[in-house]
T-cell receptor, first 112, second 115 residues
Framework: QKEVEQDPGPLSVPEGAIVSLNCTYS??????FMWYRQYSRKGPELLMY????GNKEDGRFTAQVDKSSKYISLFIRDSQPSDSATYLC????????????FGQGTRLTINP | GAVVSQHPSWVICKSGTSVKIECRSL??????MFWYRQFPKQSLMLMAT?????????EQGVEKDKFLINHASLTLSTLTVTSAHPEDSSFYIC???????????FGQGTRLTVV
């Protein structure tokens, strides 16, 4: 079993829709949770960073962490064609523990 | 955010030759740099972690003699793929971290094709 599971998709939605992306994990020691956006043939770009459980909102993006269920989500409101990319969840145990464990990534397409 | 520059963006080399990939932090001092490998439609797999001035720590299954990592300064780390073979063809991505930032920043990646 992988430490972090993420549905690779592909996921295709119309412009303006609300997108929900999810990851589950098995290591209860994970404390820091990130979402990255990766455009084709580019490096990942940090979108959201969350510590422990709860919600965090930044513009059209909302990250949720449910540690009791070992489940994290990223919601994108009013989705735009420019949001089309691969979204990777990532997590690590502690501040000093630098190793990031990534999900497989979900390929998202927003159709105009 | 801070900028991490990776060079080259893509490279094609002949089987048996060596290729060097550079990773530079342009506007901050990177105490730690990470090297990842990504196969098509797959996630990033950490290859090694390097701290400035010390030997890199390789992940299990990564051949240290094949993937040479040097982190000689606070702004530069290099990955050399020695005696490259077609199975080494992949997307290689570095990231750099400073204690001043919460998270590491990624380079744009290098697509290596070995023919």
């Amino acid at each position: 079993q992988k430490e972090v599971e993420q549905d690779p998709g592909p996921l295709s939605v119309p412009e303006g829709a609300i997108v929900s992306l999810n990851c589950t994990y098995s290591n209860s020691a994970f404390q820091y949770f990130m979402w990255y956006r990766q455009y084709s043939r580019k490096g990942p770009e940090l979108l959201m960073y969350t510590y422990s459980s709860g919600n965090k909102e930044d513009g059209r993006f909302t990250a949720q962490v449910d540690k009791s269920s070992k489940y994290i989500s990223l919601f994108i409101r009013d989705s735009q064609p420019s949001d089309s990319a691969t979204y990777l969840c990532a997590m690590r145990v502690g501040q000093g523990a630098q190793k990031l464990v990534f999900g497989q990534g979900t390929r998202l397409t927003i159709n105009p | 955010g801070a900028v991490v520059s990776q060079h080259p963006s893509w490279v094609i080399c002949k089987s048996g030759t060596s290729v060097k990939i550079e990773c530079r932090s342009l506007d901050f001092q990177a105490t730690t740099m990470f090297w990842y490998r990504q196969f098509p439609k797959q996630s990033l797999m950490l290859m090694a972690t390097s701290n400035e001035g010390s030997k890199a720590t390789y992940e299990q299954g990564v051949e240290k003699d094949k993937f040479l990592i040097n982190h000689a300064s606070l702004t530069l780390s290099t990955l050399t793929v020695t005696s490259a073979h077609p199975e080494d063809s992949s997307f290689y991505i570095c990231s750099a971290r400073s204690p001043a930032f919460t998270e590491a920043f990624f380079g744009q990646g290098t697509r290596l094709t070995v023919v």
